[in-house]
């Protein structure tokens, strides 16, 4: 299974930027479409972003083309970065597996990402 490590998040003000970070364990991840995703207090986790192993990436409507998936399948990495950050953007991100499932990893801690207003 992949182990999975998520970094970079942070407190920033609104309109503000940050590069997530996940790197992941052991061969199965240049397989496989990799997503972020993230929760909010209170709410169900939701796919924010995917990418299909050749860099193809996919979006969700409501982000308005401010985030941006990329991977790197040397590095076993995965990114994220958000510019014009808002506080409903304010979540725990993970990464996984698109679909997440447990023969790919279990999730991992995740980053906390704050944005005030």
């Known amino acids: 299974q992949v182990q999975l490590v998520e970094s970079g998040g942070g407190l920033v003000q609104t309109g503000g930027s940050l590069r997530l970070s996940c790197v992941a364990s052991g061969r199965l991840f240049r397989l496989n479409s990799m997503g972020w995703y993230r929760q909010a207090p209170g709410k169900q986790r939701e796919l924010v972003a995917a990418i299909n192993p050749e860099g193809e990436p996919h979006y969700v409507d409501s982000l308005e083309g401010r985030f941006t998936i990329s991977r790197d399948n040397v590095k076993n990495t995965l990114y994220l970065q958000m510019d014009n950050l808002k506080p409903q953007d304010t979540a725990v991100y993970y990464c996984?597996?698109?679909?997440?499932?447990?023969?790919?990893?279990?999730w991992g801690q995740g980053t906390q990402v704050t944005v005030s207003s």
């Open positions: 996984n597996a698109v679909p997440p499932r447990s023969s790919f990893g279990s």
